[in-house]
């Protein structure tokens, strides 16, 4: 497996499949780990850092984790390459900008990552398409389980399972849905959900997680508290109280919608996909605003003949380092992230789009 | 560390301000006088510790500066380098901060300083343990930093023994 290989498929959590796929993108989870006896990364020096990777990568390949899983030494690899892994989700923008020695393993399916020395010396994720969240944290436990036979991990009686930064101290867990929510943003409703979330003690944010603003119509919804809960009531919470009622506005805007501005939300939804369909430039912030109509328009079924899966796969497609990647796959010049235009990564950008969506 | 003077003259401010106006933070820092002029009155029935609390990712006078200058005697990080940073420097740290980050878990924990959730099945290394491992590697840091390659060997082999000793069983 080579990371040339990830931009020719799909993540399985792009499927655009799952419960509640109408608005929830993807479910995810982590869990946040450190080695026993070992400095958290700050107070590593260089060489204790490049012991803790050599170690886990080791434990963590020979666990039998998932399918097909497959190393990738972060620290080894090229901007353009990093760029990647973060805008597939596989690892953080703060692993990828990192400059110490650490690495990512990565299941076939792309559905479970684990960094080494992220903020922790482990983080480890399960992601999924649609809500699935108790399938997620169930596959998420049994990997914390299988990597416990093989190494104790940094936890106190009182504290739990100890990490660099106290905001994820006991549980280490973080559970976040990706929500797609046009309809609360046309009606100008956005401030429910997002107070919503907030009353619940519950961070929002955009589509790439911590630092990322929450712009356009994509929203990265988790929980704050990790000590002084159980994991499942953790999950339990989440799903029962917040994701419903978020959801609930969603819905109730795109039928309100539907039924007070079906001609100006039609003309939206077309004349996103006409742009689509012929812009000859497309930066990548107009592309995301533009599918995210189109997107809607397919889940209001007002648009035949394109499925949720497409278009979730080219807002990854359309990132700037996939595109950059696709091109240079395609015969076009491999080099760092930076050496290609912006403007003629928006022309290749916009004629991957146009072909995708014009093919029959 | 500095102590700041008063904005308005040149008295050491003790009366330290931040206000959130229209999304900007606005930082004002007062001696009392100053502060008395502009109408500040400071409640004498707030508990110390409360302000603290309130505070506590901010300078506060004194009192701050004493708790700035707490250390980990594991992996030498001190109370001001974790706020800087916002990171940890050992698992140690949650017992060398133990007074200081408590009200801090607490305000970011919804109140909550007890782990109730899940425990490594089998015990491992036990906390003790855990704690005199990276003792020993703090050590080793220092004595090859210092080039005493004999005593680094040394303390390796003791990292070793501990750390390949038979893990106690958790009772089931």
């Known amino acids: 497996m080579t990371l040339s290989d990830l931009t020719q498929r799909t993540s399985e959590w792009l499927r655009g499949v799952g419960p509640m796929h109408d608005v929830v993108i993807s479910s995810r989870v982590r869990l946040a780990r450190n080695l026993a006896g070992m400095p958290f990364l700050r107070k590593c020096t260089p060489p204790q850092q490049q012991e803790i990777t050599d170690r886990l990568r080791e434990v963590i390949l020979s666990a039998n984790l998932a399918e097909g899983v497959f190393y990738v030494d972060v620290a080894a690899a090229g901007t353009l390459d990093r760029a990647l892994l973060a805008e597939r989700h596989l690892i953080s ?268 | 560390m500095m102590k700041k003077k008063c904005d308005k003259c040149d008295k050491p401010a003790t009366i330290h301000l931040t206000e959130i106006i229209d999304g900007q933070k606005i930082e004002k820092h007062l001696c009392e006088d100053c502060a008395e002029a502009e109408g500040i009155t400071i409640k004498a029935n707030i508990p110390i510790s409360q302000l603290l609390e309130d505070f506590v990712l901010q300078t506060v006078g004194e009192e701050e500066v004493s708790t700035a200058a707490v250390t980990c005697d594991v992996c030498g990080m001190t109370f001001s380098e974790f706020r800087e940073h916002g990171q940890l420097g050992c698992p140690n740290d949650y017992e060398a901060f133990h007074e200081q980050l408590l009200p801090m878990l607490a305000r970011a924990q919804d109140g909550n300083t007890q782990h109730v959730g899940k425990a490594p099945r089998r015990a491992g290394v036990a906390q003790q343990k855990q704690i005199a491992i990276l003792r020993l590697r703090s050590r080793l840091k220092q004595a090859i930093s210092a080039e005493q390659y004999e005593r680094a060997a040394d303390l390796r082999d003791q990292i070793k023994r501990i750390e390949t000793a038979e893990p106690e069983r958790a009772s089931e």
């Open chain 1, 93 to 360: 923008r703060q692993h990828a900008d990192a400059k110490h020695p650490r690495g990512v393993v990565i299941s076939g399916d792309e559905t479970v990552s684990i960094m080494i020395n992220e903020e922790d010396h482990v983080r480890m994720q399960v992601l999924r398409s649609g809500m699935q969240m108790h399938d997620a944290f169930e596959k998420i436990n049994r990997i914390d389980d299988q990597l416990e036979q093989r190494v104790d991990f940094a936890f106190s009686d009182r504290y739990g399972y100890l990490t660099a930064c106290p905001t994820n101290v006991g549980t280490g867990l973080r559970v976040s849905v990706m929500l797609h929510l046009p309809a609360l943003r046309l009606t100008g409703e956005l401030d429910k959900a997002v107070h919503a979330a907030r009353d619940m003690r519950l961070a929002i944010r955009g589509l790439y997680g911590e630092g990322t603003d929450a712009k356009g119509d994509f929203f990265q919804i988790s929980n704050q508290i990790t000590l002084g809960r159980a994991e499942e009531d953790i999950v339990e919470e989440f799903l029962t109280q917040i994701v419903p009622e978020i959801l609930n506005y969603e819905r109730k805007a795109r039928e309100a919608l539907l039924k007070h501005n079906r001609v100006e939300i039609d003309d939206k939804i077309f004349r996103a996909l006409a742009l689509l369909r012929s812009a000859r430039r497309l930066a990548s912030e107009e592309m995301m605003a533009l599918l995210s109509l189109l997107r809607l328009g397919i889940n209001l079924q007002r648009i035949d003949g394109i499925d949720l899966k497409t278009v979730n796969e080219l807002f990854l497609l359309g990132q700037p380092a996939h595109v950059q990647k696709i091109h240079a796959l395609r015969g076009g010049q491999e080099g760092p992230a930076a050496t290609l235009p912006a403007d003629e990564r928006d022309e290749i950008r916009a004629e991957f789009l146009r072909r995708r969506l014009t093919e029959p």
